[in-house]
T-cell receptor, first 112, second 111 residues
Framework: GDSVTQMEGPVTLSEEAFLTINCTYTATGYPSLFWYVQYPGEGLQLLLKATKADDKGSNKGFEATYRKETTSFHLEKGSVQVSDSAVYFCALRHDQGGKLIFGQGTELSVKP | EAEVAQSPRYKITEKSQAVAFWCDPISGHATLYWYRQILGQGPELLVQ????????DSQLPKDRFSAERLKGVDSTLKIQPAELGDSAMYLC?????????FGPGTRLTVL
């Protein structure tokens, strides 16, 4: 079945450091790919998405590129802030309106 | 800004008791989802509704879990009897067929 694998956390970085969170997927066909963020005590929020190969999703300084050849959708940010501390989830979805299949989440902690 | 509402936010119960969670989706969203998020894992779909009809309940443990969305608006998820392994965050989401919007969740602890 379809699955998403993320790099293990927690990831601890200093403010202004470069961030990469790896995400790879296994799926039939051409799913859409997503990154969601969960701040402490809150629900999941969509951070960015890409719907086809080579698409780049971006939002709030975060970027991820849909790489079909490596079945990856790695999340990057050039300079993290303390306010970026959260849990990040990679997910895929086959159909509009269909269910999301999530990775296990990666906790990011940014220290001042 | 419209949001998905859930209640209660926290629930502590003893095993073998019944619990119920409520979700009010964003107005006009026909699709509603219930996900379960076990600590340290990603959310997994329990049940999906399109209006009042169940679209996918393949991962719902039907011997103890039930879900309904009688008028195609708000929804209730029930567990009876609760077991220790049901301790988790229960997330509700609704969709305009493009993006899924998540509520804050109900954290269930079964003692």
């Amino acid at each position: 079945g379809d699955s998403v694998t993320q790099m293990e956390g927690p990831v601890t970085l200093s403010e202004e450091a470069f961030l990469t969170i790896n995400c790879t997927y296994t799926a039939t066909g051409y799913p859409s790919l997503f990154w969601y963020v969960q701040y402490p005590g809150e629900g999941l929020q969509l951070l960015l998405k890409a719907t086809k190969a080579d698409d780049k999703g971006s939002n709030k300084g975060f970027e991820a590129t849909y790489r079909k050849e490596t079945t990856s959708f790695h999340l990057e940010k050039g300079s993290v802030q303390v306010s970026d501390s959260a849990v990040y989830f990679c997910a895929l979805r086959h159909d509009q309106g269909g269910k999301l299949i999530f990775g296990q989440g990666t906790e990011l902690s940014v220290k001042p | 800004e419209a949001e998905v509402a859930q209640s209660p936010r926290y629930k502590i119960t003893e095993k073998s008791q019944a619990v119920a969670f409520w979700c009010d989706p964003i107005s006009g969203h026909a699709t509603l989802y219930w996900y379960r998020q076990i600590l340290g894992q990603g959310p997994e779909l329990l049940v999906q509704f399109q209006d009042e009809s169940v679209v996918d309940d393949s991962q719902l443990p039907k011997d103890r879990f039930s879900a309904e969305r009688l008028k195609g608006v708000d929804s209730t998820l029930k567990i009876q009897p609760a077991e220790l392994g049901d301790s988790a965050m229960y997330l509700c989401a609704s969709s305009d067929n493009n993006e899924q919007f998540f509520g804050p969740g109900t954290r269930l602890t079964v003692l």
